[in-house]
Structure formats: C-alpha cells, structure tokens
C-alpha cells in the first residue's frame, strides 16, 4: 500500500525536525519535505503532490490562515493545523476550521522538546484520518500505539437501568460531535430559531478552546450559547457547549434541569466525552430528549446513543456523505442507536419538527 505523503509547513526548524521524526516513524506515512514559510510550501506542493499539509498557524511572511484560504481556494487539499494552546490561538485555529482544515493539533508553549512528544499518536492519528477524509473514509484508523485505556462512561457516570420518567414537557436536545464538528455544529445552529429547547454539545475540543468557539457559535444563530457552568440551569433558547477538559452531565434538580461538569477520567480517551453527556441524557432526561451525533473520529458516543434511543429519545446521525469523518456517526448506526441518518443540511429542519 502506499505510503501517505506529507508536508510539513512550520516556521520553527526544531518543531518542523520533531515532526518530521514523528510522522516518519509511522510505517504508513512518508514525510517527503518541509517548509519554513508558505511561499515555500507553495513550491513543494506543486513539486512533491503531498496528501496531507501540516501548517503551522502562525508564520512570518504569510499567516497559515492567509496561506490556507488560498489553498482550498486555489489547490483544495487535507491539511491539519497545528496551534499554540491559547485563546488567540485558538480564534485563528477556528477561522482555518472554517475555510476547510480537516483537524488541529495544539502545541505547548512551554518545554515544547519535551511535550510535543507526549503528542505523537495524536498527530499520526489524524494525519492518516486527513487522508482519507477527502474519500469519507471510515474514522477507526488505527493508532501508532496506545497510551493509556479506552475507558467507557461507566469511569465517570454509573449506567442505571432506571430511567427517571418525569412529568415534563420539557424537551432537551443533545449534540455530540468531533473530527469536522465545529462547523457541522454551526450550520446546524445557524438554522434554529430562537424558541428551540435547551440544547447540550459536546465536541472534543481543547480547554482554551471551548470559550471562543461559544463565543463564535452565539455570532450565528438566534439563540444564546454559552460555555457551560456548573449547577447552569438549561433553559429553552439557549445553547450550553462543554468546557474543554470537563465533562458536561445533566442532572435533574427538582422541576429543571442543570448543568453539571465533572472532572472524571477521559472517557474514549475524551474529556469531554459525548458518551458521558449522552448516558446522563438518557437517565435524567429519557424520552423528552433528542440525541444528535455529528462528524467525527472514532467511536465516542456511540454507546451513549444507543441509551438514549434505548430510553425512548428520537436520534438522528448525520450521513456519511456530509460528514468530513463517519467514524462516530457510523459506529452509533451500527450499534442501533440511530433512528434516521440525514445530511448535515437536513438536521436543523428535522430538530425542529421533533421539538
């Protein structure tokens, strides 16, 4: 099989070494060059005909954000951005989501020799997802090797065979998603009146992260959103998005229902992790939710739906065609939970004929 060529495009000739060292050690994947700068990224693009770009956000001469609209404008091709962990950071890392990256990477600032080890089963992870996205390739692409256990949501949130049936009205939508999210999510949102029940989202996204996509989601659709906080209450017109590195639960407290974040283990290797917010769903909420699983790598929420659907909740996983990766998507359909597979386009209209 051939190997999955890559470019790395970094400024810093110590991180573009580093890279180089962690890609190549992947047998699938081939590093065939690096560039300081995207003027000369530019030229080995037209040279080697990489699969997949690794740009770096930040550069001297021309931004990577700059770099990257002309790109998809001009050579449309998989890249993965690779960010500093800050909220500057992450607004630009944002806007290139926007214009077409498949994913990030984030980088510390601090003992980067050290730490951006600790990151190499990621990147290989998501470059060898990057080049198969563009053929909406199956997203269980296997890992270099694993680091820690896949723990499921019984590590934060006992599986209870009861569902607390209340006498409510109230409706509670819940949306998880991770690879190609952040805009799945914002179509979706963009096309929701203001009148919609509360809604829930997990999406895998850094600590630094999660408060300026809040901020960038609540610019698009008519209702509020907000970085979730604990003890919040989840009221109609509002949107609650999971801080990164918390899981975000919801609990009934008598008549309503709240936010509750927790600091337990990843789960999926996830912290927030779709199945935990899905599990508390279906035991606190049941039949009036509505579960929602979007694009996205590997398989995180996929049991969590199965529940809701097992509890009585309406679901709905986007298709494979709209999906930059059908990997959770995918795997909840597989697993039965999903009642109807629509396109992302679709989703919005069938949210509001349920609620």
């Known amino acids: 099989m051939a190997k999955i060529k890559v470019l790395v495009v970094d400024d810093s ?55 990257l609209g002309n790109l998809m404008r001009l050579h449309p091709m998989p890249v993965i951005m690779i960010s500093s962990l800050t909220e500057h950071g992450a607004d630009i890392t944002l806007e290139a989501l926007e214009l077409g990256a498949i994913d990030f990477v984030t980088k510390p600032k601090v003992d980067l020799a050290h730490k951006l080890e600790d990151y190499q089963n990621e990147i290989i992870a998501k470059v060898k997802m990057a080049a198969r996205a563009r053929v909406r390739a199956r997203a269980d692409v296997p890992r270099a090797k694993d680091i820690s256990p896949k723990l499921s949501a019984d590590a934060v949130l006992e599986k209870s065979e009861r569902i607390k049936r209340f006498k409510t009205t109230d409706k509670i939508i819940a949306i998880g998603a991770s690879t190609g999210g952040t805009e799945a999510i914002k179509e979706v949102l963009a096309q929701l009146p203001a009148d919609m029940p509360g809604i829930v989202i997990t999406q895998h996204i850094p600590e630094k992260f999660s408060g300026p996509f809040a901020r ?28 990164g590195d918390k899981h975000l639960i919801v609990v009934r407290d008598g008549a309503r229902y709240v936010c509750q974040l927790s600091d337990g283990p990843p789960v999926n290797r996830h912290r927030p992790s779709v199945d935990v917010l899905f599990r508390s769903v279906a035991q ?19 049991v969590g739906m199965k529940e809701m659907h097992d509890a009585g909740a309406p679901t709905v996983a986007q298709d494979e065609k709209t999906s930059v990766v059908w990997g959770m998507p995918g795997e909840a359909v597989k697993k039965g939970g999903v009642d109807e597979i629509a396109p992302l386009q679709n989703i919005a209209n069938w949210l509001q004929k349920r609620c």
């Not at 008519?222 to 509002?238: L, S």
């Not at 606190?284 to 996929?302: C, F, Q, R, S, W």
């Open 13 to 67: 000739a110590l991180v573009r070494q580093m890279m180089s060292d962690m890609l190549s050690s992947d047998p699938e994947i081939e590093v065939v060059g690096t560039a300081q700068d995207p003027f000369i990224a530019r030229e080995k693009i037209k040279k080697l005909n990489p699969d997949v770009l690794t740009l770096d956000v930040e550069m001297p001469r021309m931004d990577g954000v700059t770099f």
């Open 216 to 243: 960038r989601m609540d610019t698009i659709t008519a209702m509020t959103v907000f970085e979730a906080q604990n003890g919040q209450q989840i009221v109609p017109g509002h949107v609650y998005i999971a801080p």
């Open 284 to 302: 606190h909420v049941g039949p009036n939710a509505v579960g929602v699983i979007l694009t996205g790598m590997g398989d995180d929420g996929a």
